[in-house]
T-cell receptor, first 116, second 115 residues
Framework: KQEVTQIPAALSVPEGENLVLNCSFT??????LQWFRQDPGKGLTSLLL?????REQTSGRLNASLDKSSGRSTLYIAASQPGDSATYLC???????????????FGKGTHLIIQP | GAVVSQHPSRVICKSGTSVKIECRSL??????MFWYRQFPKQSLMLMAT?????????EQGVEKDKFLINHASLTLSTLTVTSAHPEDSSFYIC???????????FGPGTRLTVL
């Protein structure tokens, strides 16, 4: 059974700092990995999706990397801003012979606070 | 990204009543969609997977007779929590499969509180 772990569980840093959020998964047979943002009491906003054949994806100040063989991904946030404060979730889609959508396995998230 | 709506956003009901949650994709069609729930300070957990026109596949530990899923069309799915109890209080969120990359697009979620 796939398990996804995110470290740290919580992080508080001053505005402007660069930071790294970590995600690890136990079964390397994944189809893709997604990073989401969740604001309190809200749904999910997709940030980045990395296919299993890719090593990284970038969007603005965000960069996500994937090392499938070691079961790890990192989300790098550059020049953090108070508006980045949220819970960041990592989720993996299981690999499937012949393709086909399948449910995601989520980590518990990293609760990020950016201090003004 | 694709837009998914979910209604209601918040519902409070008495124990024993049934609650229907609607999930709709506004600008795309998808054969496959998913329902998740999230208890406080926990991660999202997959409840069920449904394909349009087929019966839903439920994850272990999720009662299919309690959580009724109707995937009526490529843009609409409903989750009915039957005879809700306080332990069903949770955040329910749906997602649609986005297609070729199997990227999932999530609704804003429904906060269910059962008194």
């Amino acid at each position: 059974k796939q398990e996804v772990t995110q470290i740290p569980a919580a992080l508080s840093v001053p505005e402007g700092e660069n930071l790294v959020l970590n995600c690890s998964f136990t079964d390397s047979a994944i189809y893709n990995l997604q990073w989401f943002r969740q604001d309190p009491g809200k749904g999910l906003t997709s940030l980045l999706l990395i296919q299993s054949s890719q090593r990284e994806q970038t969007s603005g100040r965000l960069n996500a990397s994937l090392d499938k063989s070691s079961g790890r991904s990192t989300l790098y946030i550059a020049a953090s801003q108070p508006g980045d404060s949220a819970t960041y979730l990592c989720a993996v889609s299981p690999g499937k012979v012949g393709g086909g959508a399948d449910g995601l396995t989520f980590g518990k998230g990293t609760h990020l606070i950016i201090q003004p | 990204g694709a837009v998914v709506s979910q209604h209601p956003s918040r519902v409070i009901c008495k124990s024993g009543t049934s609650v229907k949650i609607e999930c709709r994709s506004l600008d795309f069609q998808a054969t496959t969609m998913f329902w998740y729930r999230q208890f406080p300070k926990q991660s999202l957990m997959l409840m069920a997977t449904s394909n349009e026109g087929s019966k839903a596949t439920y994850e272990q530990g999720v009662e299919k007779d309690k959580f009724l899923i109707n995937h009526a069309s490529l843009t609409l799915s409903t989750l009915t929590v039957t005879s809700a109890h306080p332990e069903d209080s949770s955040f329910y969120i749906c997602s649609f499969d986005g297609g070729s990359r199997y990227e999932q697009f999530f609704g804003p979620g429904t906060r269910l509180t059962v008194l």
